[in-house]
Protein backbone atom coordinates (compact mmCIF):
# COMPACT_ATOMS: atom_id res chain seq x y z
CA UNK A 1 0.00 0.00 0.00
CA UNK A 2 0.80 3.64 -0.47
CA UNK A 3 2.65 5.32 2.78
CA UNK A 4 2.34 8.90 3.73
CA UNK A 5 4.61 9.75 6.99
CA UNK A 6 4.13 12.72 8.94
CA UNK A 7 6.74 14.94 11.16
CA UNK A 8 6.16 17.87 13.29
CA UNK A 9 5.43 18.85 16.71
CA UNK A 10 2.48 18.48 18.76
CA UNK A 11 0.28 19.77 15.70
CA UNK A 12 0.89 16.72 14.31
CA UNK A 13 0.69 14.77 16.41
CA UNK A 14 -3.13 16.11 17.17
CA UNK A 15 -2.76 17.38 20.69
CA UNK A 16 -5.87 17.69 22.81
CA UNK A 17 -8.19 15.98 19.83
CA UNK A 18 -9.43 12.71 19.38
CA UNK A 19 -7.22 10.67 16.97
CA UNK A 20 -9.49 10.35 14.43
CA UNK A 21 -9.86 14.02 13.70
CA UNK A 22 -6.36 14.67 12.95
CA UNK A 23 -5.17 15.52 10.12
CA UNK A 24 -3.03 12.59 10.17
CA UNK A 25 -5.85 9.60 10.45
CA UNK A 26 -7.82 11.78 7.62
CA UNK A 27 -5.02 11.26 5.05
CA UNK A 28 -5.45 7.65 5.66
CA UNK A 29 -8.06 4.89 3.71
CA UNK A 30 -7.82 1.42 2.57
CA UNK A 31 -4.95 2.20 0.13
CA UNK A 32 -2.75 4.55 2.01
CA UNK A 33 -1.05 3.52 5.63
CA UNK A 34 -0.26 7.24 7.20
CA UNK A 35 2.33 6.79 10.02
CA UNK A 36 2.19 10.55 12.55
CA UNK A 37 5.54 10.83 14.03
CA UNK A 38 4.62 14.32 15.57
CA UNK A 39 5.92 15.00 19.29
CA UNK A 40 5.82 17.69 21.51
CA UNK A 41 7.67 20.75 21.51
CA UNK A 42 10.56 18.68 18.91
CA UNK A 43 11.42 20.61 15.78
CA UNK A 44 12.98 19.92 12.50
CA UNK A 45 15.62 18.09 13.94
CA UNK A 46 13.96 15.33 15.57
CA UNK A 47 11.84 15.24 12.26
CA UNK A 48 14.84 14.95 9.68
CA UNK A 49 16.21 12.43 12.14
CA UNK A 50 13.16 10.26 12.18
CA UNK A 51 12.82 10.65 8.86
CA UNK A 52 15.87 9.37 7.83
CA UNK A 53 14.90 5.69 10.03
CA UNK A 54 11.67 5.38 7.82
CA UNK A 55 13.13 6.30 4.66
CA UNK A 56 13.81 3.38 2.30
CA UNK A 57 15.61 4.61 -0.87
CA UNK A 58 14.31 1.75 -3.02
CA UNK A 59 10.80 3.11 -2.35
CA UNK A 60 8.45 4.24 -4.70
CA UNK A 61 5.40 4.19 -2.53
CA UNK A 62 6.60 6.70 0.49
CA UNK A 63 5.59 10.30 0.67
CA UNK A 64 6.81 12.64 3.59
CA UNK A 65 4.61 15.56 5.08
CA UNK A 66 6.78 17.79 7.26
CA UNK A 67 5.36 20.60 9.16
CA UNK A 68 7.77 22.59 10.39
CA UNK A 69 6.99 24.40 13.85
CA UNK A 70 8.69 27.56 15.51
CA UNK A 71 12.35 27.13 14.67
CA UNK A 72 14.03 27.62 17.99
CA UNK A 73 12.72 24.42 18.56
CA UNK A 74 15.81 22.49 18.17
CA UNK A 75 17.79 20.47 20.18
CA UNK A 76 20.28 22.62 22.31
CA UNK A 77 22.03 21.91 25.37
CA UNK A 78 23.64 24.12 28.29
CA UNK A 79 27.20 24.37 29.15
CA UNK A 80 26.46 21.25 31.35
CA UNK A 81 25.18 19.33 28.69
CA UNK A 82 21.54 19.32 29.83
CA UNK A 83 18.56 19.21 27.27
CA UNK A 84 17.10 22.71 27.11
CA UNK A 85 12.77 22.76 27.43
CA UNK A 86 11.89 24.10 24.10
CA UNK A 87 10.08 26.71 25.79
CA UNK A 88 13.31 28.16 27.43
CA UNK A 89 15.53 28.26 23.95
CA UNK A 90 13.70 31.63 23.38
CA UNK A 91 14.71 32.64 26.72
CA UNK A 92 18.26 31.14 27.47
CA UNK A 93 19.84 31.25 23.77
CA UNK A 94 21.10 34.02 21.92
CA UNK A 95 19.82 33.07 18.50
CA UNK A 96 18.94 35.22 15.42
CA UNK A 97 17.36 35.05 12.14
CA UNK A 98 20.43 34.41 9.74
CA UNK A 99 21.50 31.02 12.26
CA UNK A 100 17.70 29.66 11.94
CA UNK A 101 17.90 30.47 8.30
CA UNK A 102 20.72 28.82 7.78
CA UNK A 103 20.18 25.65 10.02
CA UNK A 104 16.98 25.11 8.08
CA UNK A 105 18.05 25.70 4.55
CA UNK A 106 20.85 22.86 5.58
CA UNK A 107 18.11 20.74 6.25
CA UNK A 108 15.55 21.38 3.69
CA UNK A 109 18.18 21.10 1.04
CA UNK A 110 19.61 17.49 2.71
CA UNK A 111 16.42 16.55 2.57
CA UNK A 112 15.52 17.61 -0.64
CA UNK A 113 18.42 16.47 -2.33
CA UNK A 114 18.73 13.12 -0.92
CA UNK A 115 15.04 11.82 -0.16
CA UNK A 116 13.63 13.48 -3.10
CA UNK A 117 11.80 16.76 -3.30
CA UNK A 118 9.03 15.52 -5.12
CA UNK A 119 8.66 12.64 -2.60
CA UNK A 120 8.63 15.51 0.60
CA UNK A 121 5.40 18.44 1.08
CA UNK A 122 6.84 20.88 3.14
CA UNK A 123 4.36 22.88 5.77
CA UNK A 124 4.52 24.88 8.73
CA UNK A 125 2.26 27.18 11.20
CA UNK A 126 4.83 29.68 11.91
CA UNK A 127 6.21 32.39 9.72
CA UNK A 128 9.45 32.98 11.16
CA UNK A 129 10.82 31.22 7.79
CA UNK A 130 10.38 32.39 3.98
CA UNK A 131 7.26 31.22 2.64
CA UNK A 132 8.77 30.39 -0.72
CA UNK A 133 10.03 27.29 1.12
CA UNK A 134 6.78 25.58 1.89
CA UNK A 135 4.06 24.00 -0.11
CA UNK A 136 1.31 24.46 2.41
CA UNK A 137 0.26 26.45 5.49
CA UNK A 138 -1.16 24.87 8.84
CA UNK A 139 -3.94 27.46 9.62
CA UNK A 140 -5.61 27.18 13.43
CA UNK A 141 -8.95 28.29 12.12
CA UNK A 142 -10.47 26.65 15.40
CA UNK A 143 -8.24 25.50 18.21
CA UNK A 144 -8.63 22.86 21.43
CA UNK A 145 -9.13 23.94 24.73
CA UNK A 146 -5.94 25.19 25.91
CA UNK A 147 -5.81 27.62 22.76
CA UNK A 148 -2.06 26.68 21.86
CA UNK A 149 -3.26 23.77 19.22
CA UNK A 150 -5.10 23.64 16.47
CA UNK A 151 -8.67 22.25 16.67
CA UNK A 152 -10.77 19.47 14.37
CA UNK A 153 -11.80 21.84 11.85
CA UNK A 154 -8.18 23.01 10.77
CA UNK A 155 -7.04 19.24 11.18
CA UNK A 156 -9.70 18.92 8.21
CA UNK A 157 -8.76 21.73 6.08
CA UNK A 158 -5.10 21.05 6.50
CA UNK A 159 -6.05 17.03 5.49
CA UNK A 160 -7.96 18.62 2.68
CA UNK A 161 -5.48 20.74 1.15
CA UNK A 162 -2.71 18.17 1.76
CA UNK A 163 -5.22 15.77 -0.25
CA UNK A 164 -4.69 18.14 -3.47
CA UNK A 165 -1.21 18.65 -3.15
CA UNK A 166 -0.83 14.94 -3.11
CA UNK A 167 -3.32 14.38 -5.90
CA UNK A 168 -1.37 17.20 -8.20
CA UNK A 169 1.83 15.88 -6.88
CA UNK A 170 1.47 11.98 -7.03
CA UNK A 171 -0.47 10.12 -9.56
CA UNK A 172 -0.16 6.84 -7.40
CA UNK A 173 -2.32 8.17 -4.72
CA UNK A 174 -5.29 8.01 -6.79
CA UNK A 175 -7.94 7.19 -4.27
CA UNK A 176 -8.17 10.33 -2.95
CA UNK A 177 -9.74 11.88 -6.02
CA UNK A 178 -12.30 8.83 -6.45
CA UNK A 179 -13.23 9.28 -2.76
CA UNK A 180 -12.95 13.12 -1.85
CA UNK A 181 -13.29 14.25 -5.05
CA UNK A 182 -10.17 16.19 -4.67
Same mark, same amino acid.
Given at each position: $? #? ?30 ? %? ?8 ? *? ?13 ? $? ?32 ? %? ?10 ? *? ?5 ? #? ?70
Amino acid at each position: $S #NQIYTFGCSWTYGWDIPQTQTFTHLLGDENVA %VHNYGAGGTG *LDFAVKTLSEVYIPE $SRRQIFIITVPHYFRRTWFDDDGVVLRAWQVKEL %VNINEYNNYFNF *LHNYELL #NTFVGSNKIIWGTWDKDLPDEHFDIFFERIDHTEDGLHPGPKAHKQYAEKLKKIINKRFKKFESYKSETGY
